[in-house]
């Protein structure tokens, strides 16, 4: 229910629906368009999961590529980069997508193909990560991702518009704390109230695209992107009242819940 409450926010908003069928993904899309290094934590085995077979990737734009590289090695656009060898080896390896960024990477890429014009783009699909299973953690669970990609955005374009967004789930207590983020600069985590846990959970992750993940793409100088990415267990979790995120997905969800709640319709026009 809460899945297509989302959706049909996004398209009230004016947003369009990012292609997500691909929940296996390369590392290149996933990590190093992106601008996260290879030797960032993130990308080790005990935090994805990489794939037996096929193990790499034999398909990617070469000009992109070694633009990605130069800038990971020398920098560019007022960046130093990261300034270690960048190996092809590395991008080319296969995995179960840890985020959807890595569409939302894919769909900037082709839009820098084309004259610009402004987008908005969502999605809300399935992410891997391989995580310890707690009260609010899975191995595998949705995301929730969302661009605006304009001239002239500001961090407080990206405030109003998560503020806009919650509002239509009736979470109106929202608060903001300064992040890192290797491809946003500045990063901002999202904060919003738990009545069951009595206390402030991170519902997600925010900020402005990096020069250095944009340029490279070919997306002209005046261009900036602001993004989010949320988990959408979470926020269901505050709005219904659920203290452990297994009760709501997994192999220990209460059967009995979906029965007595109501199905979901949407009209379509």
Sequence with gaps: MVRAQLKQIFLCMGFEEMPTNNFVESSFWNFDALFQPQQHPARDSHDTFFLDAPSTTKRLPEDYVERVKQIHETGGYESRGYVYDWK????????????????????????????????????????????????THLAEFHQI?????????????????????????????????????PYTEPSMEIFSYHEGFKKWVEVGNSGMFRPEMLRPM???????????????ERPTMILYGIDNIRDLFGPKVDLGLIK??????????
């Excluded at 979470?171 to 983020?181: C, D, G, Q, W």
């Excluded at 007595?260 to 026009?269: A, E, M, P």
């Design 88 to 135: 092809r080896e590395e991008a080319n390896k296969n995995l179960l997508r840890t985020h959807t960024t890595a569409v939302s990477s894919r769909m900037l890429y082709q839009l820098a193909q084309k004259p610009f014009a402004p987008k908005k783009y969502f999605s809300i699909d399935r992410v891997f990560r391989n995580e310890a299973v707690d009260r």
């Design 218 to 232: 070919g997306l002209p100088e005046d261009v900036q992107v602001i993004a989010w990415g949320l988990s959408l």
């Design 260 to 269: 007595k709640n109501s199905i979901c319709r949407l009209g379509i026009n």
């Design 145 to 181: 991702e969302g661009l605006v990609c304009d001239r002239g955005l500001t961090l407080c374009d990206l405030i109003g518009v998560l503020h806009d967004f919650f509002s239509h789930l009736g979470m109106t207590k929202l608060k903001f704390k300064p992040a890192y983020n």
